[in-house]
């Protein structure tokens, strides 16, 4: 099981008050899955890489977002898959946005990076995980209650 799904699911649902609100659009990505039969038990497994967590649109700007629970003080970097940072880097490329929101449970607090912001980082460090500091410093502090807020700054 994903280890981040219930903060997926918060996501999601301040995601799906915009939409209902008609603010944005906004829909959580299909995960594909396979189902298969290992030693007489079935088993799911990940069929091909998916899709970033959420696409939508908001103030007319396409927004791909991936969601990422870091439960101890520091996010490894080889958790975003090269695939998501393609795809993210892809819409930021042709004049969307690219955003990773961590969720970082041990502080209580949600950040949001952009792709440019994160390749920075990863191009400018020898290190293979990056702490929360560094995710205030080089992203954005943000309430689910409040993403119109950020989104509004984002696409302004």
């Not at 091909?48 to 996010?75: H, M, P, S, V, Y």
């Not at 958790?79 to 041990?106: D, E, P, T, W, Y």
């Amino acid at each position: 099981m994903n280890k981040g799904r219930s903060f997926e699911n918060k996501l999601s649902l301040a995601l799906a008050s915009l939409t209902k609100k008609e603010l944005g659009f906004f829909i959580k990505s299909p995960t594909p899955i396979r189902l298969i039969i290992e030693n007489n038990q079935q088993k799911v497994i990940h069929a091909q890489k998916a899709l970033c967590d959420f696409i939508g649109i908001f103030n007319t700007k396409f927004i791909l977002l991936e969601a990422k629970e870091i439960t101890n003080k520091r996010f490894e970097l080889k958790r975003l898959k090269a695939h998501q940072m393609k795809q993210l880097s892809k819409i930021k490329q042709f004049g969307g946005q690219g955003i990773i929101i961590f969720n970082c449970v041990s502080m209580k607090k949600v950040i949001a990076v952009s792709i440019d912001d994160y390749l920075v980082y990863c191009n400018q460090t020898i290190k293979k995980s990056l702490n929360v500091e560094t995710l205030i410093e080089i992203g954005t502090e943000i309430d689910l209650k409040c993403l119109e807020n950020y989104f509004n700054q984002l696409t302004s």
